[in-house]
């Protein structure tokens, strides 16, 4: 049987909410260092998903024609 999508988030979502409930009720961590964890592990996925576009053109040599022009 596979879950359906919406379901797969529904499990996700409480998942992470009965982790930051446990980690509050053991832990003596304040709301803020869970937020910060939570972000930068959010940033973490988002830095996964970035694209390296690579350009052929190089910037420097332009930069040197056009101060050479100017003297």
């Given amino acids: 049987m596979t879950t359906t999508y919406k379901d797969q988030i529904d499990m996700f979502n409480n998942d992470l909410h009965n982790l930051i409930y446990r ?3 053991e832990y003596d961590l304040h709301n803020e260092t ?7 592990v959010k940033l973490s996925v988002m830095d996964s998903l970035t694209i390296d576009f690579v350009s052929d053109i190089d910037l420097e040599d332009d ?6 022009d100017k003297v």
């Fill in 23 to 25: 980690y509050k009720s």
């Fill in 34 to 40: 869970l937020i910060g964890c939570i972000d930068a």
């Fill in 63 to 68: 930069d040197e024609e056009d101060n050479e």
